[in-house]
C-alpha cells in the first residue's frame, strides 16, 4: 500500500535529524519501520486478513546534565521536528543526572548476523493464507477428539530500524520474522480441554505446519480428563515452554537498571552462589538461533554475549549506556526499547547451558512428582522485587519414572531465590522460544502444590 | 482537518469519508469502516528520587475494514491524505477479496450520538511544571511515611484521543476521550528482604481528578502496604474460604466469568458459558453488569471504537445468564445489535469485543460479619491482575494485600501469591454480598495482544471454596 523505505533512507532521516542539534545539545533518533501481516482462519475460511505498516521516530535529547524524550508514530518531517521540540521542552523538567546521555561509539564491531530473509517481503499473501487454513485443517484431523480451533494464524514482520547520535553512533539493522500458532480444544464427555502448537522462523519455509498442528492436538487431548491434584511438596520438571517463561524473569531481575534502582533481589550478591552448581545462565542476542537475536541494542551498540550465572556464582548484570556510567563499567550493549520510550537495560535472548539428558530420562528418575506444561498468572502472582514465586498451573503428574494422569487447576510456589537453587537437573532438549528466553527442560527438588 | 470542538469532534470530512468507503466497497463488500485516530499523550516518571523523565506521545492514522462474507480484511495507514486512505482502503478490499460487485455510492448521515464525557480541565491545558509537581509531593510523602520505604516510583499520564468512525451503513459519528492516570509504587526493605505496595487511581476526566484525589494520601497507601508486606507469613496452600475486600474483586469477576462472556469466544465454543443463556450459572444473590457509560470511570466512552453508544449490560440477574456481549460483526451475524463492546486498542488494531466497567452488584450482608463469620480463611484487601482460559474455565488471579482469617478476626498479612479457581464453580460458590460498593484500581485488559482501560468494582464478598497459592502448609 505504501512505498517500503529501505534502511538507508531511515538512517539518512535519523541523520538529518540528528543535524538540528544545538551547542552543547545530544541527540540520539530512533526510527523504526515494521510491516505485518497476519491471516487467521477460522471454519475453513480466512477469518481475517491484515496488512499493517507501522513506522515511528524517537527523539532523546541531553543538555546540561537532563534528558527530555518524545516520539510520533510516522515519518513526517513536520512531526519529527514537532517531537524534537516536545523533547527539549520535556527536557528542562528533568532532574539533573550526571549519568544522563546517549551512548558513545566503543569500538566493537556489530556480530555478522544473517536475520532478514529476502524470501519473505515477496512471499505471496495467497501462501500466506492457505498456511493458515492449512494449520487449522491439520489440527482438526489430528485427532477425532479435537472438537474445534479457537485459532489458527500465521503472521510475519519484516522490520528496520535506524539509530543515529551526535556522538557518532550509526545502527542499522534489519530482520523478517514468521509464526505459526495454533489453539486446539479437545473434547471428550462434555469436558473441554486446550492446548497451542506453534512454529517459527526467518521466512516461510521454516515453518513446519506439521509439528504445529501435531503439538496443539497433543497438549489438548492429553489433558483430557484431568482431576485437581491434592495439595503438598513435590518435585516438579519443567517443560521447555514453562522453564524459559520462568528464565526471562530471572533474566529480568538481572538488569542494571533495576539492581541501582533497588528493585533487583539480587542487587547486592555480584559473586554470591545464587543458583545450583550447574546452572550456567547467558544471555547471548549474537546468537543466531534466538528468535530475539539482534546484532545492535536500542542505543545502537554492538549487543555481546554476557554470562550472567557462571556455575551458579552471579557474575554480571546487564547495562545500557547510562547504567554502566553509574556503575563505573561499560554498557554489554543490552539497551532495550521500542521507539515510544528511552532505552532501558535488560536482558534479550538468555538460555541456560543444557546438560545431558532428554525429558524422559529425566522423567524417569522421578518417582512421584508434577510435568508442569502450562502456567498462567505470572504477571500476577510472581513478585520480581520479593521473589515471591505463584503461578496456577497444569501438567501430568509422574508416578514412578511413568507420565501419569493430568492435573489442572492448581498452583506451584515457591521463590524465585529458592528455585535457583532447586534446580536438580538441566535436560538436553534447549529450544528457543519467540520469547526472550530459550526453554529446556528444569527438574526443581520442591515445589508447594496447591490443590484440593 | 477540522477543529476539535465540545460536540462529535469531526477530524476527516464526510466527503473524503465517503469516497474512501466507496473505494473499499468498490468490490462487492457487504461492509466497510474507516476508523481515525489522533491520540496524544504524556507521560511523567519520578524515580530513584528525580524526575527521570517526561515522554510526549503523538499517534495519527485510520484503520480501513472490509468483510466479504466471512472475512474481514483490514489495512492500516498513518498518511491521512485522500490518496493514502485509499490506497489503505484498497489493500483492505483486496484482503478481503470481494468478488467484483458494482459501485455503490456510501452516502453518510452525521449522528449527533452521545457527547464526550465532560471534561473541566483539559490535561493539554495545564502546563508540565503542576504535572511535575504533583509527582514530587507524592514521592515525598512515601518517602516520609517511614524510614524503611527505600524506592519510589511515581508516574503521571494523561492521553487526549480523538476518533472517529465512517462505515458503509452510513454511520457517521466521533468521540473524544480523555484519560489521567496517576501511580505510585513503593518498595521497602526489611530483615527478611524487600516488598512491594503500589496504588493508583485513573479516571475518564481532565485535571480536576486531583481536586478529588489527594497524591500523598495515596502515596502513604502504596507505602504502607509494602512496609506491611515486610512482617507477612508466607501464603497459606490448599483450599479454603475467600473474602475479597470492596474494591477488590473486580478482578475475579472479570477472570472467572467476563472474558468467557465475550461474544466472540462463545461463537467458537471457546467459552465454559457458550449455549447457557437463560441458564443459572451463578449463586442467586450474583447481579453482574458491564456499564461503559459510568461517568469517569477508566472503562467510559460515549462510543466504542465501530461508533456504537456505551450501555449498561445486564450479563447475570440474580444467577441467571442474561446475555454476552457484542460488537458489530458478531451482533450482524446473529441478526441482532452490538451491545457498545467493540473496542480496540488503536487505528492500528482491527477492533474485537471487549469489557469496559464490569462490576457486580450489592447484597445485603454485613462485611464485618461476613469476616466474622469466617472460621479459617483469607481476606483480599487488594488484588493484582489475572488470566483465564476461557474453555476450560479455570482462572487465577493474584493478591497484593491480604491477610489470614483465623476464628472470624484478620490477623497476620500474607506475601503475594496467586489464587486458582474454576470461573462456573466460583459463580456458584458465591453465598455472601455486602452493600459496601467501591470501584477498584484502573486497569489494562489484554486479549489477542491488544490492551485496552477497563474499570471494575464489587462490594465485599465471599467465595466459600477458592485455592490459595501459597507455600505454607
Do not use: Y
Given at each position: 500500500m505504501e512505498r517500503r523505505p529501505e534502511v538507508g533512507e531511515l538512517l539518512d532521516l535519523a541523520e538529518s535529524v540528528v543535524g538540528l542539534a544545538v551547542a552543547g545539545e545530544q541527540l540520539e533518533v530512533v526510527v523504526v519501520h515494521e510491516r505485518e501481516t497476519e491471516a487467521r482462519a477460522y471454519g475453513g475460511e480466512v477469518e481475517s486478513l491484515t496488512v499493517a505498516e507501522s513506522r515511528g521516530v524517537g527523539v532523546r535529547v541531553v543538555s546540561g546534565n537532563q534528558q527530555g524524550f518524545a516520539y510520533t508514530g510516522t515519518l513526517d518531517r513536520d512531526a519529527v521536528e514537532e517531537a524534537l521540540a516536545e523533547a527539549r521542552d520535556n527536557m528542562s523538567f528533568a532532574t539533573p543526572d550526571e549519568y544522563c546521555g546517549v551512548a558513545e561509539p566503543d569500538g566493537v564491531a556489530p556480530a555478522d548476523l544473517d536475520l532478514y530473509s529476502l524470501a519473505l517481503p515477496g512471499h505471496p499473501t495467497d501462501d500466506k493464507v492457505a498456511m493458515a487454513l492449512e494449520l487449522e485443517r491439520l489440527t482438526l484431523s489430528a485427532d477425532e477428539r479435537i472438537i474445534g480451533i479457537e485459532s489458527a494464524e500465521y503472521s510475519d514482520s519484516v522490520s528496520e530500524a535506524a539509530v543515529a547520535t551526535t556522538t557518532g553512533i550509526r545502527s542499522t539493522s534489519r530482520e523478517t520474522g514468521c509464526f505459526l500458532s495454533v489453539y486446539a480444544l479437545a473434547g471428550q464427555h462434555g469436558e473441554t480441554q486446550t492446548g497451542f502448537g506453534f512454529s517459527l522462523g526467518r521466512e516461510p519455509g521454516d515453518l513446519d505446519i506439521e509439528i504445529a498442528s501435531r503439538e496443539a492436538a497433543e497438549r489438548a487431548t492429553r489433558m483430557l480428563g484431568a482431576v485437581k491434584p491434592p495439595s503438598g511438596r513435590l518435585t516438579v520438571v519443567l517443560d521447555p515452554w514453562v522453564s524459559a517463561q520462568f528464565l526471562g524473569i530471572v533474566g529480568g531481575t538481572l538488569s542494571g537498571e533495576m539492581v541501582q534502582k533497588g528493585r533487583?533481589?539480587?542487587?547486592?550478591?555480584?559473586?554470591?552462589?545464587?543458583?545450583?552448581?550447574?546452572v550456567t545462565l547467558i544471555d547471548d542476542?549474537?546468537?543466531?538461533?534466538?528468535?530475539?537475536?539482534?546484532?545492535?541494542?536500542g542505543e545502537g551498540l554492538a549487543t555481546r554475549r554476557n554470562v550472567l550465572i557462571d556455575g551458579g556464582r552471579l557474575d554480571r548484570f546487564v547495562h545500557n549506556s547510562q547504567t554502566a556510567r553509574r556503575a563505573g563499567t561499560v554498557s554489554t550493549g543490552s539497551a532495550v526499547r521500542g521507539y515510544s520510550s528511552t532505552p532501558g537495560a535488560g536482558v534479550r535472548a538468555v538460555s541456560v547451558v543444557p546438560g545431558t539428558l532428554s525429558q524422559a530420562d529425566l522423567v524417569a528418575g522421578i518417582d512421584d512428582g508434577i510435568l508442569i506444561q502450562g502456567v498462567s498468572g505470572l504477571h500476577s502472582g510472581v513478585n520480581p522485587v520479593s521473589g515471591d514465586f505463584s503461578t496456577g498451573a497444569e501438567g501430568i503428574r509422574i508416578r514412578g519414572g511413568q507420565l501419569a494422569e493430568p492435573v489442572r487447576e492448581f498452583t506451584i510456589a515457591s521463590t524465585i531465590q529458592r528455585m535457583l537453587l532447586d534446580i536438580e537437573a538441566i535436560g538436553c532438549d534447549l529450544q528457543w522460544l519467540p520469547m526472550k528466553a530459550a526453554g529446556v527442560t528444569l527438574v526443581i527438588g520442591e515445589l508447594t502444590i496447591s490443590g484440593t | 482537518m477540522h477543529a476539535d470542538n465540545d460536540g462529535a469532534p469531526l477530524m476527516l470530512s464526510p466527503d473524503v469519508l465517503s469516497e474512501t468507503l466507496t473505494t473499499a466497497t468498490g468490490t462487492g463488500a457487504e461492509f466497510a469502516e474507516v476508523f481515525v485516530e489522533d491520540r496524544r499523550s504524556i507521560s511523567a516518571l519520578f524515580d530513584d528520587g528525580r524526575v527521570e523523565e517526561l515522554t510526549s506521545g503523538r499517534d495519527r492514522g485510520a484503520g480501513l475494514r472490509v468483510v466479504v462474507g466471512d472475512t474481514t480484511g483490514f489495512a492500516h495507514t498513518a498518511d491521512l491524505s485522500p490518496s493514502g486512505l485509499t490506497a489503505a482502503a484498497e489493500a483492505a478490499a483486496a484482503a478481503a477479496r470481494g468478488g467484483g460487485g458494482g459501485i455503490c455510492r456510501v452516502v453518510l448521515d452525521q449522528h449527533t450520538g452521545p457527547t464526550p464525557g465532560p471534561v473541566e480541565?483539559?490535561?493539554?491545558?495545564?502546563s508540565k511544571a503542576r504535572k511535575v509537581a504533583l509527582l514530587e509531593r507524592a514521592d515525598s510523602a512515601a518517602r516520609a511515611s517511614d524510614g524503611a520505604v527505600t524506592q519510589v516510583a511515581v508516574r503521571y499520564a494523561d492521553s487526549h484521543r480523538r476518533i472517529q468512525v465512517a462505515n458503509s451503513d452510513g454511520l457517521l459519528t466521533g468521540d473524544r476521550q480523555v484519560r489521567t492516570l496517576f501511580s505510585v509504587s513503593c518498595v521497602a526493605s526489611g530483615d527478611m528482604g524487600m516488598q512491594t505496595g503500589r496504588e493508583s487511581i485513573g479516571h475518564t476526566l481532565g485535571f480536576e481528578v486531583f481536586d478529588e484525589v489527594d497524591v500523598e494520601d495515596l502515596a502513604r497507601r502504596a507505602a504502607g502496604r509494602a512496609l506491611l508486606k515486610l512482617e507477612a507469613v508466607p501464603a497459606p496452600s490448599g483450599e479454603m474460604p475467600v473474602v475479597i475486600g470492596p474494591g477488590g474483586g473486580g478482578v475475579l469477576f472479570h477472570e472467572a466469568c467476563g472474558h468467557g462472556l465475550e461474544a466472540d469466544l462463545v461463537a467458537k465454543s471457546a467459552s465454559v458459558f457458550a449455549g447457557r443463556r437463560g441458564e443459572v450459572v451463578a449463586a442467586p444473590i450474583v447481579t453482574l453488569v458491564d456499564d461503559g457509560t459510568m461517568p469517569g470511570e477508566w472503562g467510559r466512552y460515549a462510543i466504542d471504537d465501530e461508533g456504537r453508544p456505551a450501555q449498561r449490560n445486564v450479563l447475570i440477574d440474580e444467577g441467571v445468564l442474561t446475555d454476552y456481549m457484542w460488537d458489530h460483526l458478531r451482533a450482524r451475524r446473529e441478526g441482532r445489535a452490538s451491545s457498545g463492546n467493540g473496542r480496540r486498542q488503536g487505528y492500528r488494531h482491527l477492533p474485537m469485543v471487549r469489557m469496559t466497567n464490569t462490576y457486580l452488584g450489592v447484597g445485603d450482608s454485613d462485611p464485618d460479619e461476613i469476616i466474622a463469620d469466617t472460621t479459617h480463611g483469607v481476606y483480599v484487601a487488594q488484588l493484582g491482575g489475572g488470566q483465564v482460559n476461557t474453555a476450560t474455565g479455570d482462572f487465577v488471579f493474584g493478591m497484593t494485600e491480604a491477610y489470614m482469617i483465623e476464628d472470624g478476626r484478620l490477623t497476620n498479612p500474607i506475601r503475594d501469591g496467586n489464587l486458582i479457581g474454576n470461573g462456573p464453580q466460583t459463580l456458584l460458590d458465591i453465598d455472601a454480598i455486602a452493600g459496601d460498593f467501591a470501584m477498584g484500581s484502573p486497569g489494562t485488559c489484554g486479549k489477542d495482544g491488544q490492551g485496552v482501560p477497563v474499570g471494575d468494582g464489587t462490594p465485599t464478598l465471599r467465595v466459600t471454596r477458592l485455592t490459595v497459592g501459597g507455600t505454607a502448609a
Open positions: 533487583s533481589l539480587f542487587a547486592e550478591r555480584l559473586g554470591d552462589n545464587v543458583a545450583a552448581p550447574g542476542p549474537t546468537d543466531m538461533c534466538a528468535f530475539t537475536a539482534s546484532a545492535t541494542d | 480541565i483539559m490535561p493539554g491545558d495545564v
